[in-house]
């Protein structure tokens, strides 16, 4: 897949989620979404469904989230997210009142770890659209 999710999501988002600490570039972000995507075996299909309708019933794309945010440093394994690592990532472009705001309604816990990742990605998505 050339887009996975978290580009798709980060690009709407505006958002920068750096892949080494303050080295992001888009060759780290590949490489992440690669690996996870190798990692999940989540599909290029299930992964263009969620880019274009926001939704897919494969739970591989949660398990595909979870392992992104995990690479991002952003959450663990039980699915807590740092909402203080999650608002330092965004403020360089979304400014600190902006990026507390994103991260502190963005940063909930849901059922599960993948549940958890994967709302929180669609929360920045839609965030980025308003």
């Known amino acids: 897949m050339k887009i996975s999710t978290l580009v798709a999501i980060l690009v709407l988002a505006g958002s920068a989620v750096c892949a080494d600490e303050d080295n992001l570039n888009t060759e780290n972000v590949q490489s992440i979404e690669e690996d996870c995507q190798k990692e999940t075996g989540v599909s290029d299909e299930s992964l263009q469904e969620l880019s274009e309708t926001g939704d897919s019933d ?73």
């Open 58 to 130: 494969d739970p591989l794309v949660k398990k595909n989230a979870l392992c992104i945010l995990k690479a991002y440093g952003v959450i663990d394994d039980q699915g807590e997210i740092s909402e203080d690592k999650l608002e330092e990532k965004l403020e360089p472009d979304r400014g600190k009142e902006e990026a507390e705001k994103v991260a502190k309604s963005c940063a909930v816990k849901k059922d599960s770890p993948e549940e958890t990742a994967h709302e929180a990605l669609l929360c920045m998505q839609q965030k980025s659209q308003k």
